[in-house]
């Protein structure tokens, strides 16, 4: 008989997974099928696809889901929910999985913590990406020696009329600042 291990307060690390995320309980309808990974952009460059990940999870390996890269590389596309035959919300539980991450301290080593609050602060403050701004402030306060080996690139793409050095806001700001004020105090966070 297989023990999975609880925490102090009797949960599993699959019971944590499933209150983290919104429908969270069908993840334990995965039936291993593949549709998931089969359609995933970035399934190449994840240390698991997600099938393997929602293995890993009810079996109860919480450091090497969380140690894993997969949920980093989520792209937050939507194909593998669209094609899951079970409705699972596998990228909320790819959020979530982040979260957790995050909560727990285990992605320190990781960039991706990093890009993604500096992501996220720019679309909060802009409504929309700005790449320049995202380049020059993660590897301004994250990598400063990396920064000049990204020159050429940012040149080239400013060349190509691929990147702005001025960042656009969207129309409305206010009404999206106010969407992500409300969620943010909904979740829990200030």
Not at 134 to 158: D, I, Q, T, V
Request: hydrophobic content about 35%; aromatic content about 6%.
């Amino acid at each position: 008989m297989i023990t999975i291990p609880a925490d102090k307060r009797g949960l599993t690390f699959l019971d944590d997974v499933v209150a983290e995320t919104p429908g969270g309980e069908r993840l334990v309808h995965c039936m291993q099928c593949g549709s998931c990974g089969g359609s995933c952009p970035n399934g190449p460059d994840m240390d698991h696809t997600p099938r393997t990940l929602f293995a890993l999870i009810e079996a109860g390996q919480r450091d090497r889901v969380l140690k894993s890269n997969t949920m980093w590389r989520c792209v937050s596309c939507y194909s593998c929910t669209s094609r899951c035959p079970q409705n699972i919300p596998i990228t909320d539980v790819m959020y979530a999985l982040k979260r957790i991450s995050l909560r727990e301290g285990v992605a320190n080593g990781s960039d991706a913590p990093a890009l993604a609050r500096t992501f996220t602060g720019l679309l909060d403050k802009y409504g929309r990406s700005f790449e320049f701004g995202l380049a020059s402030r993660y590897y301004l306060f994250n990598k400063p020696l990396s920064m000049l080996k990204m020159g050429p690139l940012g040149l080239s793409m400013f060349t190509k009329g691929r990147m702005s050095l001025i960042p656009t806001k969207i129309r409305q700001l206010g009404q999206l600042q106010a969407i992500i004020k409300k969620a943010k105090e909904m979740g829990g966070e200030a």
